[in-house]
């Protein structure tokens, strides 16, 4: 599942190809039923991608740094007990 597509985020590395897309699906129904907007989409795609991945990467630090920090806060409990 793709983030919000228009959120702070996302402004300034997706911006360029959402607005390709966009731009393609304006053009009308039948230039998108024939495919004409496929590689705008892979585009989206890969980028909302890589997005998802630095954000997760992020995520993962933080979750490590406070797992570290509860386990320390254990030890010491432990220590003093």
């Not at 892979?42 to 980028?47: Q, S």
């Amino acid at each position: 599942m793709h983030p919000h597509l228009h959120t702070k985020d996302n402004i300034g590395t997706c911006e360029e190809v959402m607005n390709a897309l966009e731009e393609c699906h304006a053009r009308g129904f039948v230039w998108k039923s024939l495919g004409m907007c496929n590689d705008a989409k892979e585009k989206v795609n890969l980028c909302l991608r890589a997005e998802r991945l630095k954000r997760t990467a992020v995520n993962r630090e933080i979750a490590k740094a406070k797992r570290e920090k509860l386990k320390k806060a254990w030890s010491e409990i432990d220590e003093n007990t």
